[in-house]
């Protein structure tokens, strides 16, 4: 790997492959609309926005791999989510094809999937039921994966990631938790592989609670080392016993689930 393009650099799990992606490809190219300081050695970084395609051309032609981050990463204003999910989406695909048909990892969410029970473990073939615009703009992400696969053969891999935190911080993450070491082996699991096709993969590690099967993706060889077992007591102890009736508690979603539209108070 030459130059591995990551979006969102500025961002939680941007900075996280900043540092854990260091030395894995020649040069990291960094963009954000945020302000990521300085370039270190081994770095460029270019500011832009996710919403302007020449930007997002010129910021593509060059890589070898692209990591698309970038994005409004919760539910918000439909304008923003539009902007920078669904157009931004849209550009990195579109750049990918007219540059150099690089293999992108699409960051997409759990909450595309949202709205299921928790009770029912899903797999590749789970219908989307987002619980969220931002939700919904992740399952667009992953559509248009699919579609730039098919029609034009750009690899990518969709990660349905759960919660990739330093540690849980909940009793639903005691499922979801995706350790920032798993997340790191995943990115170079996808990239090392020897095609992907338009894979999805949930991006949990190996928590004890599993509400998500990757059986399907056995072939990235992709094995995550850590579990949130070990962080079980702790977050009980913190955290009240779970209303069955809740939705927050009843949705694989959580509290995008409760939550009303992004407008109201
Ligand atoms: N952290 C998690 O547990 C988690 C869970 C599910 C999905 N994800 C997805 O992973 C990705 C990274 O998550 P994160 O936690 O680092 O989020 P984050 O909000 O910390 O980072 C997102 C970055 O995208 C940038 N951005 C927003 N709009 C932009 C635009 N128009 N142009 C360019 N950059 C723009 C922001 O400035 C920010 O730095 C997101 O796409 C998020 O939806 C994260």
Redesign the pocket.
């Known amino acids: 790997m030459r130059r591995l393009l990551i ?10 492959l900043r540092e854990s992606l260091k030395g894995y490809a020649d040069v990291l190219r960094l ?4 302000d990521m300081g300085a370039a270190r050695e081994g770095e460029e970084v270019v500011q ?4 302007d395609f020449d930007a997002v051309r010129g910021l593509v032609d060059g890589t070898d791999g692209i990591v ?7 539910e918000g204003a439909f304008e ?1 989510i539009l ?3 669904f157009r ?1 989406t849209y550009h990195i695909f579109e750049a990918a094809r007219q540059t150099g048909k690089q293999r992108v990892l699409f ?5 595309a999937i949202g709205f299921h029970e928790r009770e029912d473990r899903l797999g590749k073939d789970a219908p989307y039921r987002a619980d969220s615009i ?1 939700g919904v703009s ?1 399952c667009y992400g992953e559509i248009m994966a699919r579609y730039y696969f098919d029609k034009f053969g750009i690899e990518s891999v969709s ?7 330093p540690e849980p911080r909940d009793r639903r993450m005691l499922a979801t938790w ?1 350790s920032y070491a798993d997340f790191t082996s995943l990115v170079k699991a996808m990239f090392d592989a020897a095609r992907t096709g338009a894979a999805m993969v949930y ?1 949990a590690s190996d928590n004890k609670e599993q509400w998500w099967d990757n059986g399907h993706a056995a072939f990235l060889g992709w094995h995550p080392q850590d579990s949130a077992e070990g962080f079980r007591a702790k977050v009980e102890a913190a955290t009240p016993e779970p209303d069955w009736q809740d939705p927050a508690v009843r949705y694989h979603g959580g509290s995008f689930a409760a939550a009303g539209h992004f407008e109201d108070d």
């Open positions: 979006t969102g650099a500025a961002g939680a799990l941007g900075s996280v963009s954000d609309i945020a832009c926005d996710l919403g698309h981050l970038g994005g409004v990463s919760r923003a902007n920078a999910n931004g960051a997409s969410s759990n909450h931002y992740k990660v349905r990631i759960g919660s990739c935190f995706l991006g």
